[in-house]
């Protein structure tokens, strides 16, 4: 079966430090990924999402970037935080395939930026 | 992309039956209907998806008009743990190339004992 993994589940950093969140996939290949955001008490806002290895759209211009360097593995990132950049961050997969019933998401990363 | 709405919020009492209804005025003919179910501090979980008229699994039945300008989400004798944030996603089935589905602000249902 397909599992999705994503980590840290919590994470303070301060400001002006780096983000790497890391995502990984098991049991499908070829899925596409995505990384959403939730601020508090709102809904998701999808960041990125990717169709394939080094593949990679953004929807909304911010401080951070993501990367995909192998098939199930995506990284969101941020060279600084930035305070704005605190919210739940959700990493997701969907299959291409023709049984696909939608998006299967990880456990998510609190994170906080002080 | 379609615009969902959605009640803020709902409340029921365990073993009644709830309706959540969405509404998707500018649907396109390629878009699916699909809802999830979000406890807090976790990721949104799958309940339903749909493209016309009826659809039910274990957990929910999903009602789609003839127009699908709306979709009603139905869940059938509430407990308690059913408490949540229920999203209503208008778009492509990911599956038919649609990765830019919306989440908006979902309907957050208080079930009481």
């Known amino acids: 079966s397909q599992t999705i993994h994503q980590w840290p589940a919590t994470l303070v950093q301060p400001v002006g430090s780096p983000l790497s969140l890391e995502c990984t996939v098991e049991g499908t290949s070829n899925p596409n990924l995505y990384w959403y955001r939730q601020a508090a008490g709102r809904g998701l806002q999808l960041l990125f999402y990717s169709v394939g290895i080094g593949q990679i759209s953004s929807e909304v211009p911010q401080n951070l970037s993501a990367s995909r360097p192998q098939d199930r593995q995506f990284i969101l990132s941020s060279k600084k935080l930035l305070l704005s950049d605190s919210g739940f961050y959700l990493c997701a997969w969907s299959s291409t395939g023709t049984d696909n019933y939608g998006y299967t998401f990880g456990s998510g990363t609190r994170l906080t930026v002080v | 992309l379609a615009k969902t709405t959605q009640p803020i919020s709902m409340d029921s009492y365990e073993g009644q039956e709830v309706n959540i209804t969405c509404s998707h005025n500018?649907?396109?003919?390629?878009?699916?209907i699909t809802w999830y179910q979000q406890f807090p501090s976790q990721g949104p979980r799958f309940i339903i998806q749909g493209y016309k008229t009826k659809v039910t699994n274990e957990v929910a039945s999903l009602f789609i008009p003839a127009d699908r300008k709306s979709s009603t989400l139905s869940l059938p004798r509430v407990s308690l743990s059913d408490t949540a944030v229920y999203y209503c996603l208008v778009g492509l089935s990911p599956n038919t190339g649609g990765f830019k589905t919306i989440f908006g602000a979902g309907t957050r249902l208080f079930v009481k004992a």
């Open positions: 500018n649907i396109a003919t390629n878009d699916y």
